[in-house]
């Protein structure tokens, strides 16, 4: 059954580490729905979220030759509904005086806000799962819309855990690391330089 | 190292000579450095190495790179690059190298700074030979190479924090696959190229003694166990033998061992060995369940894991499969081409079995892709590991005749053959010089029947006869040997086969032999392409005149 399954992929910050990732799915036919890159707490270590929709054989395929790629640290999925959600997604929309009231009174039910205003037109900004981002969009449209952008998901997975160091691999396991080694060394730091 | 200089690698170049210890070889066209690359990799289970400029010189190398690729070979690539401000230009040679080879390399580099070329290349280097070998690229610009830094040798580990080629199996898969082995009426083992580059075959073979499961081997698995085995049933999959295929449709239990169920090698997966449980032994973990679902999947190094499933499996005597397997062989005998009386018609099965016969079996053989190399893998009985190298998985035309200068200067005592068809061997036949230039002696056997041969049997089977673009006219080979100053012979029947080769080991230079064979002559058994494996077109039984 093909189902969407979110990745969560840590690699190391180094140019075309993004061309590499995305090269994996074209490669192998399969489809991103979603992506989106950006930083994480740790100086050189980028956090991509990849939401595709597959059946769970390919899902599995996918996780496997990503930690083929030699910059992926590691990777999570977040497919079990224990995990945040979010998408932000900027909406300009028109408003003219006729029209603006209501259009402010579906941005309040929606509990998002306007951040910006001309004579005629709003900008929407509303962060949210992604039907409740849909259900705006639908509700706006009849109004108008001028233009749209959306960052795509990325998710977190709930409670106070950390990402596990030692990442999980079907089929295999990775060595235990040497007591005199912590396995944070592992990971690139500021003290470090990239190569 | 195999290159050929140019522009952006100049600056290398210019040092090379200051290092004695590398020894260069001067190639005629960047594929030939890729595939001798490649070939030295094969024959010696180390890196082989291929340097080129930027551009032409780099895409040229990108045939060679993908089938490396494809048949898991180390191969360092090093290529030049423009300097690094021109980077993005279009400068002249520019070509997004990195690019271009990001599909059919395991890893690459693009190196813009002097003081990061050393560390590149140990990592290079590492990767390259760790885990499920691959090719890597190290692009470097030219004003990188240009440059000076202080250098001191760090000789430590390398540690990349995102490649793990250490990953071990999960302990409970080693107990499943000992369970299901015990209980096996009708196991197969499946061996694969894994066997030859983990270094398993003797491993192997003390697994075969004890359990007694019957051997069937990948295209890239032959010669990693003795084809003279009682037990190794040969090639399994599209051109395996009959009773090899029907073995593994009625097996309880496959083993599969360093393979990666390859659609050459299944057939129609729908239908493939639905009765057998499987056992899948990988080094590389996206392998397992790819192509066909597994009971257990064990990831590792295939020599360490049958060093610890050996103890644990038990001994059997299994005749009764052995005897069923050997009913299956029925009536292939009589069907063998080896079987036809000598008509005059000089048949390639004949010369492939009398070139093993005349060589005992010993040389190291390197076949191009086609008829040939089928028939060599029927015909020649390999039982010393790392004595066939051949394109398995990207099927590449061109690929004998420098692989073999790479193995042979890989393993110089090793008598190397090359057995090519007409077509592959004019692909790459520029490298005949590069033979010379390096005083090698390689024996060259051109199997030679005016097609391209398997186009033309496909052309038979399934476009109607329609023979569109694959007879061919072809040079004198003798002549063209001639004109590089070497030995040039020719063959046009059986009972000249042992002369000639008995003139060409005495030759003391790379010799050519034009096999002037049957011209259509038809591989068989065949599995078309998708089929049901058991679904496969015979030999027909000969008529006796």
């Known amino acids: 059954m093909s189902i969407p399954h979110t990745f969560v992929v840590y690699v190391e910050d180094k140019p075309g580490v993004l061309n590499r990732v995305v090269s994996l799915f074209r490669r192998r036919g399969f489809n991103i729905e979603s992506l989106s890159v950006g930083h994480t707490d740790r100086s050189g270590v980028s956090r991509?979220?990849?939401?595709?929709?597959?059946?769970?054989?390919?899902?599995?395929?996918?996780?496997?030759?990503?930690?083929?790629?030699?910059?992926?640290?590691?990777?999570?999925?977040?497919?079990?509904?224990?995990?945040?959600?979010?998408?932000?997604?900027?909406?300009?929309?028109?408003a003219d005086t006729e029209r603006r009231a209501q259009v402010l009174q579906v941005v309040k039910v929606f509990r998002a806000r306007v951040v910006d205003v001309v004579t005629d037109a709003l900008i929407v900004e509303i962060t949210g799962g992604e039907d409740k981002i849909d259900g705006l969009v639908d509700v706006l449209r009849p109004f108008g819309i001028i233009e749209m952008a959306r960052t795509g998901t990325i998710a977190m997975k709930r409670g106070a855990e950390a990402p596990s160091i030692q990442p999980h691999f079907v089929h295999a396991r990775v060595p235990e690391v040497p007591a005199n080694r912590a396995p944070e060394d592992d990971l690139p730091s500021e003290e470090r330089s990239p190569h | 190292?195999?290159?050929?200089?140019?522009?952006?690698?100049?600056?290398?170049?210019?040092?090379?000579?200051?290092?004695?210890?590398?020894?260069?070889?001067?190639?005629?066209?960047?594929?030939?450095?890729?595939?001798?690359?490649?070939?030295?990799?094969?024959?010696?289970?180390?890196?082989?190495?291929?340097?080129?400029?930027?551009?032409?010189?780099?895409?040229?190398?990108?045939?060679?790179?993908?089938?490396?690729?494809?048949?898991?070979?180390?191969?360092?690539?090093?290529?030049?690059?423009?300097?690094?401000?021109?980077?993005?230009?279009?400068?002249?040679?520019?070509t997004d190298v990195t690019g271009v080879m990001l599909p059919i390399t395991k890893h690459s580099y693009l190196v813009t700074k002097t003081d990061e070329i050393a560390t590149t290349l140990k990592e290079a280097l590492y990767i390259a030979q760790s885990?499920?070998?691959?090719?890597?690229?190290?692009?470097?610009?030219?004003?990188?190479?240009?440059?000076?830094c202080e250098y001191q040798w760090d000789d430590s580990p390398v540690r990349l924090p995102g490649y793990r080629p250490d990953l071990r199996a999960l302990p409970e898969e080693f107990e499943r696959a000992v369970e299901l082995i015990n209980a096996a009426?009708?196991?197969?083992?499946?061996?694969?190229?894994?066997?030859?580059?983990?270094?398993?075959?003797?491993?192997?073979?003390?697994?075969?003694?004890?359990?007694?499961?019957?051997?069937?081997?990948?295209?890239?698995?032959?010669?990693?166990?003795?084809?003279?085995?009682?037990?190794?049933?040969?090639?399994?999959?599209?051109?395996?033998?009959?009773?090899?295929?029907?073995?593994?449709?009625?097996?309880?239990?496959?083993?599969?061992?360093?393979?990666?169920?390859?659609?050459?090698?299944?057939?129609?997966?729908?239908?493939?060995?639905?009765?057998?449980?499987?056992?899948?032994?990988?080094?590389?973990?996206?392998?397992?369940?790819?192509?066909?679902?597994?009971?257990?999947?064990?990831?590792?190094?295939?020599?360490?894991?049958?060093?610890?499933?050996?103890?644990?499996?038990?001994?059997?005597?299994?005749?009764?499969?052995?005897?069923?397997?050997?009913?299956?062989?029925?009536?292939?005998?009589?069907?063998?081409?080896?079987?036809?009386?000598?008509?005059?018609?000089?048949?390639?099965?004949?010369?492939?079995?009398?070139?093993?016969?005349?060589?005992?079996?010993?040389?190291?053989?390197?076949?191009?892709?086609?008829?040939?190399?089928?028939?060599?893998?029927?015909?020649?009985?390999?039982?010393?590991?790392?004595?066939?190298?051949?394109?398995?998985?990207?099927?590449?035309?061109?690929?004998?005749?420098?692989?073999?200068?790479?193995?042979?200067?890989?393993?110089?005592?090793?008598?190397?053959?090359?057995?090519?068809?007409?077509?592959?061997f004019q692909m790459t036949a520029a490298e005949l010089s590069t033979c010379v230039q390096e005083n090698l002696k390689i024996h060259v056997a051109i199997i030679n029947n005016g097609y391209l041969g398997l186009v033309r049997q496909w052309q038979e089977f399934f476009y109607g006869g329609r023979y569109s673009a694959s007879p061919m006219q072809n040079p004198d080979f003798v002549k063209l040997a001639d004109a590089h100053g070497i030995a040039g012979l020719r063959v046009e029947r059986r009972d000249q086969i042992e002369e000639t080769v008995r003139r060409a080991r005495e030759q003391s230079g790379t010799v050519v032999i034009d096999f002037r064979v049957e011209k259509e002559d038809t591989v068989y058994p065949m599995v078309p392409a998708g089929a049901d494996l058991h679904a496969m077109i015979r030999r027909p039984v000969p008529v006796k005149k």
């Open chain 1, 48 to 94: 991509m979220t990849i939401v595709m929709e597959a059946e769970e054989s390919a899902a599995r395929l996918v996780e496997a030759n990503l930690y083929k790629l030699v910059n992926v640290l590691r990777v999570e999925e977040l497919t079990d509904g224990d995990a945040v959600l979010r998408d932000l997604a900027l909406i300009k929309v028109r």
């Open chain 2, 1 to 94: 190292m195999f290159g050929y200089p140019g522009g952006a690698i100049l600056p290398a170049y210019d040092a090379l000579p200051e290092y004695t210890s590398v020894k260069h070889v001067l190639v005629r066209h960047e594929q030939g450095a890729a595939h001798m690359a490649d070939g030295y990799a094969r024959a010696s289970g180390r890196v082989g190495v291929c340097m080129a400029t930027s551009g032409p010189g780099a895409t040229n190398l990108v045939t060679g790179i993908a089938t490396a690729m494809m048949d898991s070979s180390p191969v360092l690539c090093i290529t030049g690059q423009v300097p690094s401000h021109a980077i993005g230009t279009d400068a002249f040679q520019e």
């Open chain 2, 131 to 148: 885990g499920r070998p691959a090719p890597v690229l190290v692009d470097i610009a030219k004003d990188a190479q240009q440059g000076s």
């Open chain 2, 185 to 424: 009426k009708k196991p197969v083992i499946l061996a694969g190229h894994g066997v030859l580059m983990s270094g398993a075959s003797q491993v192997l073979l003390d697994f075969v003694e004890k359990t007694r499961i019957p051997v069937a081997m990948t295209l890239l698995g032959l010669s990693g166990f003795p084809a003279s085995h009682p037990l190794s049933l040969g090639m399994m999959g599209m051109h395996g033998e009959s009773w090899v295929n029907t073995a593994i449709q009625e097996a309880d239990l496959l083993l599969a061992f360093g393979m990666r169920f390859d659609d050459r090698v299944i057939g129609n997966p729908k239908t493939y060995a639905l009765k057998a449980k499987k056992i899948h032994v990988e080094i590389d973990p996206s392998e397992i369940n790819k192509n066909i679902p597994v009971d257990v999947g064990i990831v590792g190094d295939l020599r360490e894991t049958l060093q610890v499933l050996l103890p644990g499996v038990e001994r059997r005597d299994r005749s009764e499969w052995h005897a069923h397997i050997s009913e299956l062989k029925g009536d292939s005998a009589v069907r063998d081409i080896l079987h036809l009386p000598d008509s005059g018609h000089l048949y390639a099965a004949h010369v492939i079995n009398d070139l093993w016969r005349y060589t005992e079996g010993k040389a190291l053989v390197v076949t191009d892709v086609g008829q040939h190399q089928m028939w060599e893998t029927q015909y020649y009985k390999h039982d010393y590991p790392r004595k066939l190298i051949t394109s398995g998985g990207l099927g590449t035309m061109g690929f004998a005749l420098p692989a073999a200068i790479g193995a042979k200067m890989a393993m110089p005592d090793e008598e190397v053959w090359v057995i090519a068809g007409d077509g592959g």
